[in-house]
């Protein structure tokens, strides 16, 4: 008997039509001459220049320790100073460890935003990039310079492209009384998580302690009740994407993608990275890009990482972690001499570049356009 079910493809491209719509607003890829225009870290990603932003988390961060405290410092520092619009808010939380006897450690997630002004609590839809900036305890010394510090330098200096132009979007909206629309009130938010690694072995609760206590706090937190006509029920509902950055900065990375609900966000960021590179304005030339799976056929199911308590709690996830891990992984030569600098430079503009097309910024865009066929002198400031 003939069916009178539509064909699947017709299904699946309707269904692809409504996620896209249902994802917000129309997604308008960035210019050449906007790709070209954001800048790279350069020296701020120095591992010697201790008032850059890189190397003042190249210690040991564990979580009770002094060096936590010091990280916790820089990364407020940084965000006073450069980026003061942006809000900082801490969510703290004591725990046991099975190497802390009977101690309680601290961990302290940091929640750092950037919101439209006319926005009420809860509004807001969050682009949320994501790196512990917790260390290993063992081995002694033990410095993650990718794991995560330089996916936290990564983040900052994202932070700071994007920041300009997000005040300019505000502002032309503000003018324009276009604030106000669910879609439209797009924010970032930027959480420094703590406690990521296991102190002993990697079980359910001996690891992500900082995104475990994040996650379970945001659950029970509803917005207030004046604005639940929005759609936001609470924080974790207000992440549009939950962008995990883990384990970067390693020569030659090559990132699945893990999930399929959040595949079109990785070939969105594929696509900024393969034009970056045709534009001749990645600073690495591996033998394939760093994110390479836009068929979607490389991930074998998913890393336990600290997505994981918020994916439970049904939060969309673009996880940013090579397949295989890097070489120096949770050992001693994790250190800032091992990272590849120009691969950690490339990632920070990607990502750069990513969220300025996430957040729709060809709309304030008036840079200048290169003439088709002309070459510009891209090579400066490194
Ligand atoms: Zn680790």
Redesign the pocket.
């Known amino acids: 008997m003939a069916s009178r079910l539509p064909p699947l493809r017709g299904v699946l491209l309707w269904l692809h039509f409504f996620l896209l719509i249902g994802l917000g607003t129309a997604y308008k890829p960035l210019s050449d001459g906007f790709l070209r225009a954001i800048p790279s870290p350069g020296d701020e990603f120095n591992i010697d220049n201790s008032t850059g932003i890189l190397a003042p988390l190249l210690i040991p961060r564990v979580p009770g320790t002094a060096g936590q405290v010091v990280a916790q410092r820089h990364l407020v520092d940084y965000f006073q100073r450069e980026l003061p619009k942006w809000t900082i808010t801490w969510q703290n939380s004591t725990q046991k460890t099975p190497t802390s006897k009977n101690t309680e450690l601290p961990f302290a997630n940091l929640i750092i935003r950037r919101e439209p002004p006319w926005v009420k609590p809860g509004q807001t839809n969050f682009l949320t990039l994501v790196a512990h900036y917790d260390s ?1 305890l063992k081995p002694d010394g033990f410095i ?1 310079a990718t ?1 995560s510090a330089a996916p936290c330098a990564m983040i900052m200096w994202a932070a700071k492209v994007v920041d300009g132009y997000a005040q300019q979007m505000y502002d032309e909206m503000s003018e324009l009384g276009e604030g106000g629309d669910v879609d439209m009130d797009m924010g970032i938010q930027i959480l420094f998580l703590d406690g ?2 296991a102190f002993e072995t990697w079980t359910d609760t001996d690891s992500l302690y900082g995104s475990r206590s994040l996650s379970n706090f945001w659950v029970n937190s509803p917005n207030p009740p004046a604005q639940k006509f929005y759609k936001y029920k609470t924080p974790l509902s207000q992440i549009s994407l939950f962008m995990l950055l883990d384990l970067l900065g390693s020569s030659e990375p090559s990132v699945p993608s893990y999930y399929t609900t959040t595949h079109w966000a990785y070939r969105a960021f594929s696509n900024v990275e393969s034009r970056m590179r045709s534009l001749n304005l990645l600073e690495s030339s591996p033998p394939s890009p760093f994110l390479p799976d836009v068929n979607k056929t490389m991930a074998l199911g998913g890393i336990s990482d600290d997505h994981l308590p918020f994916i439970w709690r049904g939060v969309e996830t673009l996880h940013v972690i090579p397949q295989p891990f890097p070489r120096v992984w ?1 050992t001693s030569a994790d250190d800032g001499p091992h990272l590849d600098m120009k691969v950690v430079r490339d990632w920070a503009r990607i990502v750069a570049g990513f969220m300025l097309e996430w957040l729709d910024m060809m709309e304030v865009w008036s840079g200048e356009e290169p003439e088709a066929g002309s070459t510009l002198a891209i090579h400066d400031g490194r």
């Open positions: 290993k993650g794991d990521e690694e949770h």
